[in-house]
């Protein structure tokens, strides 16, 4: 059974300051997916890495995937209160020929004004 | 942009009852999928739909569970006899293409409740 573990599981931080969260796994993905899901609504896709090493940068969010494709960070300059949210990472699974997602329990970043 | 619609938003149904989840993904994808998130859990893996038929599904989706394409446009789970434990969001997913790198676009959910 593939695992992702999210950590911290919870962020509080001032407007402006940087962070950076993870996903980490023992297991080998073929992709990882980040997602963003508000109360109440579905999880809402943020960026796709698929190759060890990769780097993906969404306006002030920085995506990595680990060389090992087992792991990658999020990382966010100067946060704003509108990055307050729920933080998914999703591995797609080798095994399979499908697109069947592993997702993690997911980060809560508190962003204060 | 497109979008993937699910209604109703919120259903509450008795327990033995069967239940029907609708799902229009978004139109030009070819691959569907279902998950669940049990509240305050992870989002778990349901079934995954190609071609009208099931690509792969989980140890979740037992004989209770059945989705259908019935037309060019819906995407449906169904629920045969509903348990308490089935109480979760249900979210209904779509992608252009098959492969495990291709990015999946999430519906807002139906929120089950089963009394």
């Known amino acids: 059974t593939q695992l992702l573990e999210q950590s911290p599981q919870f962020l509080s931080i001032q407007e402006g300051e940087n962070l950076t969260v993870y996903c980490n796994s023992s297991?080998?993905?073929?992709?990882l997916q980040w997602y963003r899901q508000e109360p109440g609504e579905g999880p809402v896709l943020l960026v796709t890495?698929?190759?060890?090493?990769e780097v993906k940068k969404l306006k002030r969010l920085t995506f990595q995937f680990g060389d090992a494709r087992k792991d990658s960070s999020l990382h966010i300059t100067a946060a704003q209160p509108g990055d307050t949210g729920l933080y998914l990472c999703?591995?797609?699974?080798?095994?399979?020929?499908?697109?069947?997602?592993?997702f993690g329990k997911g980060i809560t970043l508190s962003v204060r004004p | 942009e497109p979008e993937v619609t699910q209604t109703p938003s919120h259903q509450v149904t008795q327990m033995g009852q069967e239940v029907i989840l609708r799902c229009v993904p978004i139109s030009n994808h070819l691959y569907f999928y279902w998950y669940r998130q049990i509240l305050g859990q992870k989002v778990e893996f349901l079934v995954s739909f190609y071609n009208n038929e099931i690509s792969e599904k989980s140890e979740i989706f037992d004989d209770q569970f059945s989705v259908e394409r019935p037309d060019g446009s819906n995407f449906t789970l169904k629920i045969r006899s509903t348990k308490l434990e089935d109480s979760a969001m249900y979210f209904c997913?779509?992608?252009?293409?098959?492969?495990?790198?291709?990015?999946?676009?999430f519906g807002d959910g139906t929120r089950l409740s089963i009394l």
């Open positions: 999703a591995g797609g699974d080798p095994a399979g020929a499908n697109s069947k997602l592993t």
């Open positions: 890495v698929v190759t060890g090493g």
């Open positions: 997913a779509s992608s252009e293409e098959r492969g495990q790198r291709q990015p999946q676009h």
């Open positions: 297991s080998v993905f073929s992709s």
